[in-house]
């Protein structure tokens, strides 16, 4: 049990950080005459925080499954993971719709680097942040 409270205290942790990332992103958004240099520097924190953020989610909920309700995620995939937490009632149907989203973005995110997808994606991750933020904060240990 104590591996689980420390799963979902480094999920929250990095979700933070991730809202912090996106914070920043928003105030050089805004600005009036922004560096572009910035920008990106910081819209890649975004994503990399965003990447930290969703594999602590789902780690911990592969393994909140395991030791909470005795459920092996065979393959320890994260869209298997994601498929039993909705078949066992923890994730609801939009929460599922937008973690399998979510995977695309993060399996993009690690194998491409384009600019064009770079600016998409992190467009997605506010949404993205509160998806992992709520689901870890859902689940009672």
Same mark, same amino acid.
Not at 10 to 38: G, H, P, Q, R, V
Not at 109 to 116: K, P
């Given at each position: @049990?104590e591996?689980?409270?420390? =799963?979902?205290?480094?999920?929250?942790?990095?979700?933070?950080?991730?809202?912090?990332?996106?914070?920043?992103?928003?105030d050089?958004?805004?600005?009036?005459?922004? &560096?572009?240099?910035? /920008? *990106?520097?910081?819209?890649?924190?975004?994503? +990399?925080?965003? *990447?930290? #953020? /969703?594999?602590? @989610?789902?780690k911990?909920?592969?393994? /909140?499954?395991?030791?909470?309700?005795?459920?092996?995620? !065979?393959?320890?995939?994260p869209?298997?993971?994601?498929?039993?937490? +909705? !078949? /066992? #009632?923890?994730? =609801? =149907? &939009? *929460?599922? *719709? %937008? %973690? %399998?989203? @979510?995977?695309?973005?993060?399996?993009?995110?690690?194998?491409?680097?384009?600019?064009?997808?770079?600016?998409?994606?992190s467009?997605?991750?506010?949404?993205?942040?509160?998806t992992?933020k709520?689901?870890?904060? +859902?689940?009672?240990?």
């Amino acid at each position: @049990m104590e591996k689980l409270k420390t =799963q979902k205290e480094e999920a929250l942790k990095a979700a933070k950080k991730l809202k912090i990332s996106i914070e920043k992103l928003n105030d050089i958004k805004t600005a009036n005459d922004y &560096n572009k240099d910035d /920008y *990106e520097i910081t819209r890649d924190s975004v994503i +990399h925080r965003f *990447e930290f #953020g /969703y594999d602590a @989610m789902w780690k911990f909920l592969k393994d /909140y499954l395991n030791l909470i309700h005795s459920v092996t995620v !065979d393959p320890p995939t994260p869209r298997k993971t994601f498929r039993t937490s +909705h !078949d /066992y #009632g923890l994730i =609801q =149907q &939009n *929460e599922f *719709e %937008l %973690l %399998l989203n @979510m995977a695309r973005d993060r399996n993009i995110t690690s194998h491409t680097y384009n600019e064009i997808l770079a600016n998409q994606i992190s467009e997605r991750i506010p949404q993205y942040y509160k998806t992992i933020k709520n689901i870890v904060e +859902h689940l009672k240990i």
